[in-house]
Structures are given as C-alpha cells and as structure tokens.
C-alpha cells in the first residue's frame, strides 16, 4: 500500500511544482520560440459560453469572456452561477458594458456610466476586471479615455487585423500594443468562418515574426445565427492550436497577454 502511495505522489510531483512555478518561470521557459500569443474571447456572456470554457479547459488553454453585467441571468444568458464557475476554472472575466451599449453614439456622461457602474458591478460580485471589450467594436477617442478613467488598463475593438476584409492588414497586434485602448482582433468568427480560416490567421501570426492575435467569438453552437461558431469547429482548432507550441504559438487570456493589470475603481460621483 504504501509504495502505491508513493508511486502516486511522485508522479502527482511535475505536475505540482509546474503549477507552482511563478509566472515569469514559465515565461522564460516558453521564450525565446514563444512569439505568437493568441487569445480567445467570448463576447456577451452567451449561455453556450459555460460548455465553451470546458472545450478550452479540456486542452489546458485559458480563455476572456465579456459579460454585460446588466443581462447576466436573462434568457440565453450566464446566470450568476455559471459566471462564478467560468472564473473558478480560471478564465478571465472581463467588462463589455453593462448593456451592450454602442459607446460611439452616447454622450461621455453616459459612456462613463455603461463603462464604469459595469465594472463596479463585476467587482462587486468578486471579479477583477482589468480589459475591457467595445460592443460592436464601437470605439471613439471619449470611450477610450473613459476606459482608462473607469480603471480598466486595455481594452478590446473588434477588426484592423488582416482578415477576409482586410486582407492589407497587419497579421497581428504588437506584443506591446501602441494603443492599449484599442487593440486590434481580426473580425469576429461567424457561422461560416472555416476551420482553415482560423488556422491561416494563426499561420499568418507566426509568418509575420509573431505577435499578438486576440480572436473573437460569440455563441458557441452549430448553425444558431451569424455570430457563432460550431462547437466541433472550436475543438478542431483548439487542438491544432495546442500543436503549435513546439513553434512558440502559445495561447494566453488577454489580460496575461498584454499584462494589464488590475486597478481600483475610481470613486463613485
Ligand atoms: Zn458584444
């Protein structure tokens, strides 16, 4: 019996201390291959997003997903529940207003309230959110400075990466991005967006001499609107993703991706 035991605590043993190992380890271990970064973002707190962290926890990888505080617990949506058990896991929770809000056409009094009070409202329920996602990718230079003001240090836009649009964009963000108010995703993945399409944005990634690909999706479900894609389709690309770490392609939530860190929320007016 106590062999067995041991046997049992020296195989459990890698696994232990590759969990302990402090962050900035594993970032050296990974470098110098490690120039491709991809994140995988789920907007809008779908219902469908509960199976999709377990797709992404089923292969070791860590995702962000938006949330509009406002519709948590709605129909189609995560209910609090959900959401808390999505953070447990380990994925980021981030800010994407509180009712999915076009920030472009509001007035900066009211930019301010769907950014910040949403934000209150995801720390108030125990969450630390650091990145903040645009609905509709909607962005203008009030909603960055809003963004910043409301505590949040970086922020998501939806395009500006090369894609079937925009085939004369840059293949990926800076690891450093210019503009942390306004990072660029290529746009987001939809019903028909193919399995090679996804792996050829990553391909593109590595090309370029890597950088950052922040990837968006919405629901995840087969044939259920525009904005989604098929649970098969999510898996098949997740497991060819996980083969490109031997060409330093890892996959990182975006908080960790652009080191953004958490900061207090400003003082309520
Ligand atoms: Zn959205």
New binding site residues.
Partial sequence: MKVVRWMAVLSATPVVLAILQPASHAESAESPKARTVVSLTF??GDKTHVAAARILEKRGMLGTF?VNSDTIGRERKLDRRQLAAIAKAGHEIGG?TLT?ARLTELPESEQRVQICDDRRALAAWGYRPATL?Y??GSVDDDAKSVARQCGYDAARRVGGLKDGACRGCPAAEDPRPKDRYEIRTPGSVHGDTLLRQLKQQVLNTEKSGGGFLPLVF?RVCGNCGLYSVAPRTLEDFLDWLATRESRGTVVKTFQDAVGARYRPLPPQE
Avoid: N, Q, T, V
Wanted: no cysteine.
């Fill in positions: 907007d809008d938006y994407h999915h996602a609905p509709f919405h």
